[in-house]
C-alpha cells in the first residue's frame, strides 16, 4: 500500500517560486520512482518532472526545464518540487505519483499511485 500526500499549492504572482511537496507512507520508498505531473482545467494530465530510486538521476517537461527542480529524500520519504520563474501556463493541480521500477516515465498510464493533487494558481 503506498499513499501519496500532495502539499504546498496555493495562489501567487508571475515570476513568483513555489515549493511542492509530496510525503509518501510506505515501507519501501526508495524501490520507487517518483514523478510530479499537472492538469490544467480542459486539458489531459501531463508529465512534469521525475526523479530516480536515489535521486541522482532526474528528467524534466521541456515547458518547465531551467525552472523546476525535483528533489528526494529518502530518509523522511518526501518528494519535493520547486517551481521558480512561474508563469501564467504553470497553472493546474499538481499531483505526485509514482511507480515501480527503474526507468523515468513520462506516461500517466506508467505510474501505479497517484495523490489528490494541490492546486497551483499563477495570476497578477
Known amino acids: 500500500q503506498v499513499q501519496l500526500v500532495e502539499s504546498g499549492g496555493g495562489l501567487v504572482q508571475p515570476g513568483d517560486s513555489l515549493r511542492l511537496s509530496c510525503a509518501v507512507s510506505?515501507?519501501?520508498?526508495?524501490?520507487?520512482?517518483m514523478g510530479w505531473f499537472r492538469q490544467a482545467p480542459g486539458k489531459e494530465r501531463e508529465f512534469v518532472a521525475a526523479?530516480?530510486?536515489?535521486?541522482?538521476?532526474?528528467k524534466y517537461a521541456d515547458s518547465v526545464k531551467g525552472r523546476f527542480t525535483v528533489s528526494r529524500d529518502n530518509d523522511k520519504n518526501t518528494v519535493t518540487l520547486q517551481m521558480n520563474s512561474l508563469k501564467a501556463e504553470d497553472t493546474a493541480v499538481y499531483y505526485c505519483?509514482?511507480?515501480?521500477?527503474?526507468?523515468?516515465?513520462?506516461?500517466?498510464?506508467?505510474?501505479?499511485?497517484w495523490g489528490l493533487g494541490t492546486q497551483v494558481t499563477v495570476s497578477s
Open positions: 510506505t515501507r519501501s520508498f526508495d524501490t520507487l520512482i
Open positions: 505519483a509514482a511507480r515501480n521500477g527503474l526507468s523515468l516515465e513520462v506516461a500517466v498510464a506508467e505510474y501505479s499511485y
Open positions: 526523479v530516480s530510486r536515489a535521486g541522482g538521476g532526474k
